[in-house]
C-alpha cells in the first residue's frame, strides 16, 4: 500500500482562512520534506523537516516521528496560494534511497 | 546560487527513438537522482546516483538507464523510447544521501508519440 498517505486530496479555501495539510506515512523516515507545485510547474521546496517545527511566513510544518506524521498549516490564505503541496520522505537510514511522495493535496483558494 | 539544471524543457520522440535527458548542477552535490511524474502514481523513483559512476535502481527502473562521468552532470537514457515513457522527469541533487534536502530541476516534459 502506499507508504505516504495525504489527506485531504483536494481542499477549497476563501481568501484569508486557514488551512491545514496532513502527510502519514507508514514506515520509518531519515527525512521529510515538503513542496509546492503549481500545474504544470516545477517542484519548490517549502521544508525540509525531519522533526519537530519550522516556520516560514505564512506556513509552519510540524513533524512527529513517533506518531508517523507531519503537517502543513498554512495561515490567513491567499490566491497565491492555490496549487498542490506534495509530502515525501527519505525512506533510507544510512545512506540514500530516494524520497517517496504522497499523491499531493490539491488547494484552490478564492477571492 | 544554488541550481539544479534540466535540458531540454520539452521534448517530442517517436516510439523506438532514443532519448537523453540531461541533469547539471553547481553545488558540488555527490548524491542524484531521477524521478518521473505521473497523474494518479505520484513522483516515482527511477535511478539514484551516489557518486561518478556509482549508480542504483531506483523503484521503476526498468527502460531506463543512467549514466553519470562528472559529479555535476547525471544523464537519463532511454534506448528506443515507448509511448509509456511520456511523462515528466525531475532531477534532483542532495549533498549526501539519506538526511539531506533535496533540491529539484525545473523537469523535462516527454512526450513520445
Known amino acids: 500500500g502506499q507508504q505516504v498517505q495525504q489527506s485531504p486530496a483536494s481542499l477549497v479555501l476563501q481568501e484569508g482562512e486557514n488551512a491545514e495539510l496532513q502527510c502519514n506515512f507508514s514506515t520509518s523516515l531519515n527525512s521529510m520534506q515538503w513542496f509546492y507545485q503549481r500545474p504544470g510547474g516545477s517542484l519548490v521546496s517549502l521544508f525540509y523537516?525531519?522533526?519537530g517545527t519550522k516556520h516560514s511566513g505564512r506556513l509552519t510544518s510540524t513533524t512527529v516521528i513517533k506518531e508517523r506524521r507531519s503537517s502543513l498549516h498554512i495561515s490567513s490564505s491567499q490566491t497565491t496560494d492555490s496549487g498542490t503541496y506534495l509530502c515525501?520522505?527519505?525512506?533510507?537510514?544510512?545512506?540514500?534511497?530516494?524520497?517517496?511522495f504522497g499523491l499531493g493535496t490539491r488547494v484552490s483558494v478564492f477571492p | 546560487d544554488m541550481k539544479v539544471t534540466q535540458m531540454p524543457r520539452y521534448l517530442i520522440k517517436r516510439m523506438g527513438e532514443n532519448v537523453l535527458l540531461e541533469c547539471g548542477q553547481d553545488m558540488s552535490h555527490e548524491t542524484m537522482y531521477w524521478y518521473r511524474q505521473d497523474p494518479g502514481l505520484g513522483l516515482q523513483l527511477i535511478y539514484i546516483s551516489y557518486d561518478v559512476d556509482s549508480n542504483s535502481e531506483g523503484d521503476i527502473p526498468k527502460g531506463y538507464r543512467v549514466s553519470r562521468k562528472k559529479r555535476e552532470h547525471f544523464s537519463l537514457i532511454l534506448d528506443s523510447a515507448k509511448t509509456n515513457q511520456t511523462s515528466v522527469y525531475f532531477c534532483a541533487s542532495s549533498l549526501y544521501g539519506g538526511i539531506y534536502e533535496q533540491y529539484f530541476g525545473p523537469g523535462t516534459r516527454l512526450t513520445v508519440l
Open positions: 523537516n525531519p522533526s
Open positions: 515525501a520522505l527519505e525512506r533510507g537510514n544510512n545512506y540514500a534511497q530516494g524520497l517517496t
